[in-house]
Nanobody
Framework: HVQLVESGGGSVQAGGSLRLSCATSGYTYNCMAWFRRAPGKEREGVAAINSRGDTKYADSVEGRFTISKDRIKNTLVLQMNNLKPEDTAMYYC????????????????WGQGTQVTVS
């Protein structure tokens, strides 16, 4: 059973930083991504990365968030800087075998989420 386990969420003041991690149980995927869902809103693709290291970001986080892979630890990382209250959401790690995309239908495996709150 493939597991994705997120960690690193928490509460931070506006302008602060958080680093999210997603452990992948040793599996290697073609693409991985971070999504988020705020209360009352649709799920939103935040950032994605493929096996070549190509990345894609939502306009709302471009320049503030960085997605990367720690290949030694088999971990997906999302570094979030200059956080804003509108970044408050549950953040989910996702993995799949299709192309680089911020669309949720591209991903087959999902984590349980980690909460990020910015005040």
């Amino acid at each position: 059973h493939v597991q994705l386990v997120e960690s690193g969420g928490g509460s931070v003041q506006a302008g602060g930083s958080l680093r999210l991690s997603c452990a992948t149980s040793g599996y290697t995927y073609n693409c991985m991504a971070w999504f988020r869902r705020a209360p009352g809103k649709e799920r939103e693709g935040v950032a994605a990365i493929n096996s070549r290291g190509d990345t894609k970001y939502a306009d709302s986080v471009e320049g503030r968030f960085t997605i990367s892979k720690d290949r030694i630890k088999n971990t997906l990382v999302l570094q979030m800087n200059n956080l804003k209250p509108e970044d408050t959401a549950m953040y989910y790690c996702a993995a799949g075998w299709r192309g680089l995309s911020l669309g949720g239908y591209y991903y087959d495996n999902w984590g349980q989420g980690t909460q990020v709150t910015v005040s």
